[in-house]
């Protein structure tokens, strides 16, 4: 089977109109998770725990980088440019981001730490933020008006601080009511189906050379929306490309896990062979686990039901990803059950991940799951379902069809590379202008032109 | 027994009417200030300061840890919310107790009811809240604990509950989980049976569960609304051509006159130049900035009308300009002058400082003490810096004389920017970055807090421990030619008991000004010439320090004298709000979402800045759910146009004139079209021809690159429920305006220097503002904003402005969405948690 793939990438050249108009304003805000300092014990005064805290990495690592800032930001305000106009947005695109993280970095050494903790893991969401007006509680309504911070005689609610939540449980669920609140409140316009922004996640990991970046940005997939689509192979005719549906009872529709999503995972490490890659996954809108956000239902592989390289991969699940879908034309080569298939099934090719070098642009690997869909006029109680399976030869010829699509746009990705050099990569990757380039560039590198039914 | 002595107590006290003793509230809004910042203090940093809650949460995520430790404390926390209804306060109290610190424990309780009672106690006294609910606040007031009563009361609860701890076994300084049992036990023998306790709690179940009440579940502030007082608001001065130009040249003169005796200019004089320069006091008035040298001297003239040519002198006829009354209001002084001034220089300043130096050159008793922001100078630093040298040296040389200068202590507040600033830039990266090259020619050039810390306030007092005589001066004013000048301000004056309160919430302001001013590092040398003058080189110095502050310490803290008895003079109730030195009230914003809340029919906004969400979401609510009609009026930021360059231009005859199609500007703007979608107005305001031709008259007089006067809108006010957009025309009836709305609202007005922009909300910067509640302060104030809305205003949609370059290479081609970008790339950051894995 060879395919002449269209990502379904190009949803994502909706994101980014969308992402700075669907949510409501200032409804963003920042967390940060950081690791407990080696050394805190619960006998301590506060006083004690704040001098700790300052003797930790993690302080280190924020005495340093505001160093750097300073020191590079006085500079930058003392410029012509700056003392001419006072542009901030010319500011913040001069600003040396990737200098610092490489002068942080590179005084991640052994010895420069031998007094405090070995690692330093420091995270930074990007999250919505429930409105204030969600946050109404109804025995004191206008509570949500006033910060919380400053100690109220009444609060019994269950915003700030809940020492019996951990960090995850508290972004899970703020997250959770802010997706509900979108769809509630039509910021997430259903009527469009429109991708939408759910968070960003900055993960910094300070461990000597071994130091990692990652940035994950996980957004809500458009719903039932497809695009025309021709593509005929010798086992198949792909006509579209469908995006997944939303569950219509309406209960099920305002379960967080009921909504496709994408995650969008940039990692660096200095030292890889690969320092710099880019992995893109499709499932149900997951949580936070550990120290990263997961899409939950993801398809798991279990070598026990492989059969000559087919893996059967679950009798049940039904992913929420994007996929290519059509009809069957030729024998799969399972002899009686052809005809069967044929006459009865349509078959889904599940995106459900994509990982590629972004110093090269090479696609390193693609996870394609496929799926047999009943056709509707064979729809029964007693429909049989069948396993949805995924077989490493189609995952390859996938790399393959991408690769080679790739090739002509290879000068293209200069520019993202001169842009990380410097800029770095956190600031690159918060460039809409440098996303928009980046998916533009991988829907042309992967598709042709489409019609389609937004 | 003492169950039944607590309850006897109790009925003995509340047959004395406790809540109507207007003299005796006065002294106790001073006591709780006191106990706040003296007994307090420490645990209310704990509970709102972010690097200490940072700690208290690292804690508890530890603790945690053990899931056993987990259940331990909710079922401990499932005992303390029946009497504790502040979540953040048992966590306190918790912690405290699981690891050995009963007395901090006792104290974060005793805090909790001081705070729930100041709660109750301003909520009787609201007029908004009287105005909303009047059943419910009598039922509220009946009862009700003055003060001083429960303060008592609260001191034996905390006894009572660190001593049950002790006995439980809470002695040593570790943690211990089964202390949980402690703090249950402790509950059950001090908190559960207390009368006050409970009233308290059952006060705030009526308040909050069943009125609706509209203010803040925490007191805004622990001076509350005081009563008795006269109030009269100043928002007016010379602003005829002469009088701009005047001020131009007059400034234009001190930043270019040379110094007599010395090859330098008055500019560049240091504070040791200034003392050579004067051998006597006398010398300061008489040989300085003399008006043979061409400057204007207020001094030597009785009369202040004399001055009609200048911003210092009348109006028109008798009525004195805003500064001609605060310079009238010095001379009139008997004992003492405060002043806590952002900005003070240039000749207006030098006017004022000059006053000053007269009044305790003529009377060796009399005192003047004076603290100023000296770090955020922007473009102004010459005509600032200037001034304070000027007085600097008078200060440090002529210490028989009891006039005082010095910076504040800033480096107390919390950061204006992100509160994640202060956990990311410790006081030790501060000092490591001020050193550093480039940041230091940065400051040295334009002048600001790395941190975003400042000393917003402009306060004025005089007298301020008299019974009766002291003036309170709080607004928007600074005391400078440049954002000063002819800026558009308000002041409001206070008489009467509110006088002494207002001063009162200075007192750890000068405190903290004068142990930095002893510092060897800073090389200060006022106090110390001070203190080894008065006395002597042996004299300890923090002591020393509060006996100089007598003059201005109104409860008498180092004399232990009786407290003044403060007597009503009028019938206006003052609501005062600050942003305070140690952070413990961070009140502007509250107050005023408080008054938007609370308004009924209509809001009126004029200030500099308008670009605070939660304020903003006030609004909306007021406009949305309390149909209240609202105006907004605001400073034009780039009203004037400019070359490529960044050049004013100016037109054919010579003008720079205001173009209204620039409309309000970002940071202004952002919030402009959403609220036009609800259907509140906003204007910028737009200065009168006259004014903005007599500014580029002396742009161009004096060649200055940009003008040096700049008729802003500087204003920081807000009015509820005034004089009616209907009624507006009333307010050239010799009977003055109508309050058509006055019988089912509380009219209000607001002065003070709180701007309405996230930074000064988020509680940064030092600030003063007042609440006057007050017929005649607030006709005042609308009817100047009515005459500015329709006669010097532009209506904006928010959306006049060209769409910067690099907008479009963000791939942002609307002006909707470039300013929904901008708001959460600002606003997002303030929208900060923190959290541990």
Same mark, same amino acid.
């Given at each position: 089977m060879r395919y002449h793939m269209i990502f379904p990438f190009l949803f994502v050249t909706f994101w980014f109109s969308s992402v700075y108009g669907s949510y409501p304003i200032s409804e963003y805000e920042l967390m940060v998770v950081e690791a407990l300092p080696e050394g805190l014990n619960l006998s301590m005064s506060l006083k004690d725990i704040e001098e700790t805290k300052l003797k930790s990495r993690v302080q280190q690592n924020k005495n340093l980088a505001s160093q750097l800032i300073a020191d590079r930001l006085s500079a930058l305000l003392s410029g012509e440019s700056f003392q001419n106009g006072y542009n901030l947005l010319e500011l913040a695109q001069a600003f040396p981001f990737q200098d610092i993280l490489t002068e942080l970095i590179a005084a991640q050494t052994e010895e420069s730490f031998q007094h405090v903790d070995k690692e330093s893991q420091f995270l930074a969401f990007i999250l919505p933020k429930v409105p204030t007006a969600k946050t109404q509680d109804a025995v004191l309504p206008f509570k949500r008006f006033y910060s919380l911070q400053k100690a109220p005689v009444v609060d019994n609610s269950q915003w700030g601080f809940r020492p019996e939540q951990s960090y995850s449980e508290l972004i899970n669920e703020r997250v959770l009511q802010a997706i509900q609140f979108s769809y509630e409140n039509n910021y997430v316009q259903l009527n469009r189906n429109e991708p939408f922004f759910v968070g960003l996640l900055v993960q910094i990991n300070f461990a000597g050379p071994e130091s990692t970046i990652n940035v994950q940005l996980l957004g809500g997939l458009p719903t039932d929306t497809e695009f025309d689509f021709d593509q005929k192979e010798k086992e198949a005719h792909f006509k579209k490309i469908r995006m997944p549906r939303r569950p219509k009872l309406k209960w099920l529709s305002q379960q967080y896990s009921s909504h496709p999503g994408v995650i969008i995972t940039a990692s660096y490490q @200095?030292?890889?062979? @690969?320092p710099l890659t880019l992995n893109i996954k499709f499932g149900s809108l997951g949580l936070v686990k550990g120290e990263n956000w997961d899409l939950t239902r993801s398809p798991f592989e279990n070598p026990l039901l492989e059969i000559d390289g087919i893996t059967i991969n679950s009798y049940m699940a039904r992913y929420n990803t994007p996929h290519l879908w059509g009809e069957i034309l030729a024998p799969l080569g399972i002899g009686a059950l052809d005809w069967w298939l044929a006459r009865e099934y349509n078959i889904k090719m599940n995106i459900h991940e994509v990982s590629l070098d972004l110093a090269t642009l090479k696609i390193s690997d693609i996870r394609v799951l496929t799926e047999f869909e009943r056709k509707p006029e064979f729809l029964s109680w007693s429909v049989l379902r069948l396993p949805t399976i995924e077989q490493q030869a189609v995952n390859d010829q996938f790399v393959a069809a991408a690769n080679k699509q790739l090739e002509p746009y290879q000068k293209q990705v200069e520019n993202i590379k001169t842009s990380l050099e410097t800029q770095g990569l956190v600031y690159t990757l918060l460039k809409p202008e440098v996303q928009k380039q980046f998916l533009t560039l991988l829907n042309q590198a992967l598709g042709t032109e489409v019609g389609g039914t937004p | 027994m003492k169950k039944l002595f607590l309850t006897l107590l109790t009925v003995v006290h509340f047959s004395a009417d406790a809540a109507s003793s207007t003299q005796h509230h006065y002294n106790d809004i001073l006591l709780r200030q006191e106990d706040l910042h003296r007994s307090y203090r420490s645990i209310y940093e704990r509970l709102t300061d972010i690097n200490n809650f940072e700690s208290l949460t690292s804690w508890y995520r530890l603790f945690t840890k053990d899931k056993s430790n987990t259940r331990y404390y909710q079922a401990t926390n499932t005992i303390m919310q029946s009497k504790i209804l502040g979540k953040s306060y048992r966590q306190l109290l918790y912690y405290y107790a699981l690891t050995g610190q009963r007395q901090q424990a006792a104290q974060t309780l005793g805090l909790y009811l001081i705070s729930a009672h100041t709660l109750i106690d301003n909520t009787i006294l609201d007029p908004q809240a009287q105005a909303w609910n009047p059943n419910a606040i009598a039922d509220l007031s009946k009862k009700h604990w003055p003060y001083a009563l429960a303060r008592k009361q609260i001191k034996g609860i905390e006894q009572c509950f660190a001593l049950s701890l002790q006995r439980s076994g809470v002695t040593t300084r570790s943690f211990d989980i089964k202390r949980s049992f402690a703090v249950v036990q402790a509950f059950k023998d001090c908190v559960n049976p207390d009368p006050l306790v409970n009233q308290l709690n059952e006060k705030l179940q009526t308040l909050?569960?069943?009125?609706?009440?509209?203010?803040?579940?925490?007191?805004?502030?622990?001076?509350?609304f005081v009563g008795g007082n006269k109030v009269t608001l100043h928002n007016l001065l010379p602003d005829k051509p002469r009088a701009i130009l005047d001020l131009g040249d007059q400034l234009h003169l001190m930043l270019s006159a040379q110094a007599p005796g010395l090859e330098k200019k008055y500019k560049d004089l240091t504070i040791e130049d200034f003392k050579l320069l004067m051998d006597t006091p006398e010398a300061a008035l008489t040989e300085l900035f003399t008006t043979a040298e061409g400057f204007r001297n207020t001094h030597e003239s009785k009369n202040m009308s004399h001055f009609s040519d200048s911003v210092l002198g009348p109006i028109g006829g008798d009525i004195l300009g805003t500064y001609a009354t605060m310079l009238q209001a010095i001379r009139e002084a008997e004992e003492s002058v405060f002043v806590d001034i952002f900005w003070m220089g240039g000749s207006i300043g030098m006017n004022l400082a000059k006053e000053l130096f007269k009044k305790v050159i003529e009377d060796p008793d009399f005192t003047v003490i004076v603290i100023t922001d000296n770090e955020n100078k922007f473009q102004y630093g010459h005509q600032l810096d200037m001034v304070y040298r000027y007085m600097r040296a008078f200060a440090e040389k002529f210490s028989n004389k009891n006039f005082y200068i010095t910076p504040t202590q800033i480096n107390l507040k919390r950061t204006a920017?992100?509160?994640f600033a202060d956990l990311l830039i410790t006081k030790n990266v501060v000092e490591d970055l001020s050193a550093n090259n480039n940041v230091k020619t940065l400051l040295e050039s334009d002048g600001f807090h790395l941190l975003a810390k400042s000393d917003h306030s402009k306060v004025l007092i005089v007298d301020g421990k008299q019974p009766t005589g002291g003036r309170a001066f709080v607004g928007s004013?600074?005391? %400078?030619?440049?954002?000063?000048?002819?800026n558009r301000d308000q002041v409001a004056e206070v008489q009467g008991p509110a006088t002494a309160i207002i001063l009162d919430s200075f007192y750890y302001d000068v405190y903290e000004a004068f142990v930095l001013d002893t510092d060897p590092l800073l090389g200060g040398e006022m106090v110390k010439n001070h203190i080894s003058r008065k006395f002597g080189d042996d004299a300890p110095t923090i002591a020393s320090i509060k006996k100089l502050l007598t003059p201005i310490d109104v409860l008498n803290? %180092?004399?232990?004298?009786v407290l003044i008895d403060y007597e009503p003079i009028g019938d206006s109730v003052i609501a005062m709000a600050q942003n305070n030195i140690y952070g413990t009230e961070m009140s502007a914003i509250e107050q005023n979402i408080q008054l938007i809340l609370g308004a009924k029919h209509q809001i009126l906004i004029d200030d500099q800045f308008l670009y605070d969400p939660q304020i903003i979401d006030a609004l909306k609510f007021a406009k949305e759910q309390n149909k209240v009609d609202i105006y907004v009026l605001v400073e034009s930021l780039l009203g004037y146009p400019k070359d490529e360059s960044g050049s004013y231009l100016f037109d054919a005859s010579g003008v720079l004139r205001y173009q209204p199609e620039m409309g309000v500007q970002v940071p202004n703007n952002l919030f402009v079209p959403e609220l036009a979608s609800l259907g509140i107005p906003t204007k910028a305001y737009h200065r009168p021809d006259h004014v903005v031709a007599a500014i580029s008259e002396d742009q161009r007089r004096h060649q200055q690159?940009?003008?040096?006067?700049g008729a802003t809108f500087h204003l920081k006010s807000l009015s509820v429920d005034g004089v009616m957009r209907a009624d507006s025309d009333t307010c050239n009836d010799i009977t003055g305006a109508i309050f058509s709305e006055k019988d089912n609202s509380a009219p209000a007005a607001v002065s003070g220097s709180a701007n309405k922009d996230i930074m000064t909300m988020s509680g940064g910067f030092r600030e003063s503002q007042i609440t006057t509640y007050d017929f005649s302060s607030v006709a005042d104030h609308d009817c100047l904003f009515w005459q500015r809305w329709d006669h010097h205003s532009m209506a904006s949609t928010g959306l006049e402005f060209e769409l910067p370059k690099q907008a479009d290479q963000m791939g942002i081609t609307d002006k909707q969405t470039f300013l929904n970008t901008i708001r959460q790339i600002v606003f997002s950051t303030y929208n900060f948690t923190k959290e541990h894995f």
């Open positions: @200095q030292s890889a062979s @690969q | 909050f569960m069943e009125h609706k009440y509209h203010g803040a579940p925490f007191p805004v502030s622990f001076s509350g920017l992100p509160e004013k600074n005391w %400078t030619d440049s954002s000063g000048g002819v803290r %180092t004399t232990g004298a690159s940009h003008p040096l006067l």
